[in-house]
């Protein structure tokens, strides 16, 4: 017996309603609540199904037994690294990322990576034909017979093809375009997604498989369809980049079976993704050195340090409101340090517009970074380039004082590692550690004294 029904649902948390709402009760946020119409056909509602083979029992805590989740360590090292150390057997992995940026690629190639080892491999493909893929796999080189290509979208002939193939990793590209014939709203839809989804976590997990689904991302940098979805699944990677760039960073966003934080860098080549095993050397390649307005930090990705280089622009401003503009560090925090640089320095910084750019498009969310920013913001302000050997970490504190920071040795080392001869470092960060050899150490505990050492009229 179906009934038709229609509510209203939030996007970004799921609150159901009655009526359409502007504001969305549930997280208070805008323009979130679309219209589903969904067909239900299920018995009773409230009346919990009990079914003996999932039953489970309540046991005393001190009795289970720990046992490391069972990973499959793929040959490409990144991928296991941003994972946690392998793909987790019965796992649900979110990959997210703007169209073209490489998701079908990167999972085709592990697809392959896994197949070659024997491992089988069913990728099922809502967007693009047998063909299509039979055509990028060519392209990539990929032989196997152990990998399935299937082109579908309804989620029902996925579980009785997963029964017939028995594979051990499984592809689902893309949760925008699969359909649980169940539910009849549009693919891509708030119930859409989420029954699919829920479906299949309950295809990872029974089966003992993993399962990689692709989300597209919008506009804004969200995966499309509910945020729900981030919620549901075990692990949510997202795959960005610059179009008009060659790399590609590979995030985790949220790791049930490992940490967050962690990157992957590769590179978009003609025979597809290479892992970048020595990231700093790629970002810094293109630096331009002697520049006024460049610096390099050394911030830690996860349990990598990586050197970056941020550049600012300061010009005079020809309207009223100066314009403050950063890509890739938090607009507040610049915001801030150009304050304190005003407070503290005396620098006249309100009619300047300024542009703070993190080179290579990667993100920096970590408070180390503060030191090379400011430092960088000076350097254009008084038109004068620090030393290209000399590498900026701390961070900044209301008044103007240079703070601890954390994993100090291995940032330095990196620095080291890559040839720069000197290291602005917090002065509360020396001792208990050996400098490695080649670089200077300066231990600084004010940006006055950092900023001196290197401008020579300050
Ligand atoms: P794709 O994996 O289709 O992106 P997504 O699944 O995220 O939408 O990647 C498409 C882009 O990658 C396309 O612009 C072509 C480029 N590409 C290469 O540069 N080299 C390759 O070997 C392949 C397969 C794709
Ligand atoms: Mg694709």
């Given at each position: 017996?179906?009934?038709?029904?229609?509510?209203?649902?939030?996007?970004?948390?799921?609150?159901?309603?009655?009526?359409?709402?502007?504001?969305?009760?549930?997280?208070?946020?805008?323009?979130?609540?679309?219209?589903?119409?969904?067909?239900?056909?299920?018995?009773?509602?409230?009346?919990?199904?009990?079914?003996?083979?999932?039953?489970?029992?309540?046991?005393?805590?001190?009795?289970?037994?720990?046992?490391?989740?069972?990973?499959?360590?793929?040959?490409?090292?990144?991928?296991?690294?941003?994972?946690?150390?392998?793909?987790?057997?019965?796992?649900?992995?979110?990959?997210?990322?703007?169209?073209?940026?490489?998701?079908?690629?990167?999972?085709?190639?592990?697809?392959?990576?896994?197949?070659?080892?024997?491992?089988?491999?069913?990728?099922m493909s809502g967007e693009e034909s047998v063909r299509q893929t039979k055509l990028r796999a060519e392209?990539?080189?990929?032989?196997?017979?152990?990998?399935?290509?299937?082109?579908?979208?309804?989620?029902?002939?996925?579980?009785?093809?997963?029964?017939?193939?028995?594979?051990?990793?499984?592809?689902?590209?893309?949760?925008?375009?699969?359909?649980?014939?169940?539910?009849?709203?549009?693919?891509?839809?708030?119930?859409?997604?989420?029954?699919?989804?829920?479906?299949?976590?309950?295809?990872?997990?029974?089966?003992?498989?993993?399962?990689?689904?692709?989300?597209?991302?919008?506009?804004?940098?969200?995966?499309?369809?509910?945020?729900?979805?981030?919620?549901?699944?075990?692990?949510?990677?997202?795959?960005?980049?610059?179009?008009?760039?060659?790399?590609?960073?590979?995030?985790?966003?949220?790791?049930?079976?490992?940490?967050?934080?962690?990157?992957?860098?590769?590179?978009?080549?003609?025979?597809?993704?290479?892992?970048?095993?020595?990231?700093?050397?790629?970002?810094?390649?293109?630096?331009?050195?002697?520049?006024?307005?460049?610096?390099?930090?050394?911030?830690?990705?996860?349990?990598?340090?990586?050197?970056?280089?941020?550049?600012?622009?300061?010009?005079?401003?020809?309207?009223?409101?100066?314009?403050?503009?950063?890509?890739?560090?938090?607009?507040?925090?610049?915001?801030?340090?150009?304050?304190?640089?005003?407070?503290?320095?005396?620098?006249?910084?309100?009619?300047?517009?300024?542009?703070?750019?993190?080179?290579?498009?990667?993100?920096?969310?970590?408070?180390?970074?503060?030191?090379?920013?400011?430092?960088?913001?000076?350097?254009?302000?008084?038109?004068?380039?620090?030393?290209?050997?000399?590498?900026?970490?701390?961070?900044?504190?209301?008044?103007?004082?240079?703070?601890?920071?954390?994993?100090?040795?291995?940032?330095?080392?990196?620095?080291?590692?890559?040839?720069?001869?000197?290291?602005?470092?917090?002065?509360?960060?020396?001792?208990?550690?050996?400098?490695?050899?080649?670089?200077?150490?300066?231990?600084?505990?004010?940006?006055?004294?950092?900023?001196?050492?290197?401008?020579?009229?300050?």
């Amino acid at each position: 017996m179906a009934k038709k029904k229609t509510k209203f649902m939030c996007n970004d948390c799921g609150y159901e309603s009655a009526k359409w709402m502007g504001r969305c009760p549930g997280c208070g946020n805008w323009n979130t609540m679309v219209e589903e119409v969904e067909v239900v056909s299920k018995g009773p509602r409230g009346a919990f199904q009990h079914s003996s083979s999932t039953t489970q029992k309540a046991v005393p805590l001190i009795n289970v037994e720990t046992m490391e989740e069972s990973r499959i360590v793929t040959d490409m090292g990144e991928l296991n690294r941003v994972l946690g150390g392998g793909i987790v057997q019965g796992s649900l992995v979110l990959i997210g990322g703007d169209p073209g940026i490489g998701k079908s690629t990167l999972l085709l190639q592990v697809s392959a990576l896994l197949s070659n080892k024997g491992q089988r491999v069913l990728y099922m493909s809502g967007e693009e034909s047998v063909r299509q893929t039979k055509l990028r796999a060519e392209r990539l080189g990929v032989k196997s017979e152990e990998l399935f290509i299937y082109s579908e979208t309804n989620l029902e002939f996925l579980n009785n093809t997963i029964e017939e193939v028995q594979p051990k990793f499984v592809v689902v590209d893309s949760i925008q375009t699969v359909h649980h014939p169940e539910v009849t709203s549009a693919p891509g839809s708030v119930s859409q997604v989420r029954e699919c989804t829920a479906e299949l976590m309950r295809i990872a997990k029974t089966k003992n498989i993993a399962i990689f689904l692709v989300g597209h991302v919008t506009k804004e940098g969200q995966i499309a369809g509910p945020r729900i979805l981030e919620h549901m699944v075990d692990t949510v990677l997202y795959f960005e980049g610059e179009r008009h760039h060659n790399h590609r960073i590979l995030r985790s966003q949220k790791n049930r079976f490992g940490s967050t934080n962690e990157i992957a860098i590769f590179e978009m080549l003609q025979g597809g993704l290479k892992e970048v095993l020595n990231p700093s050397e790629m970002f810094l390649q293109e630096r331009s050195q002697g520049a006024p307005g460049s610096t390099i930090v050394a911030s830690m990705e996860g349990t990598r340090p990586i050197l970056v280089e941020i550049q600012s622009l300061v010009t005079p401003t020809s309207f009223n409101y100066p314009k403050r503009m950063a890509t890739g560090v938090d607009q507040n925090r610049v915001q801030l340090l150009m304050a304190v640089l005003e407070k503290r320095m005396g620098m006249m910084l309100q009619a300047q517009d300024a542009y703070i750019k993190v080179a290579g498009g990667v993100k920096l969310d970590e408070p180390a970074i503060d030191l090379a920013v400011l430092t960088s913001i000076v350097s254009s302000f008084k038109d004068q380039a620090v030393r290209g050997t000399d590498v900026f970490i701390g961070e900044v504190g209301l008044t103007g004082e240079v703070r601890r920071v954390s994993r100090i040795e291995q940032r330095v080392q990196e620095a080291a590692k890559l040839g720069f001869k000197r290291a602005f470092i917090p002065a509360s960060n020396i001792g208990g550690w050996d400098f490695p050899e080649g670089i200077q150490v300066v231990g600084v505990d004010t940006i006055g004294e950092s900023l001196r050492g290197c401008f020579n009229d300050i």
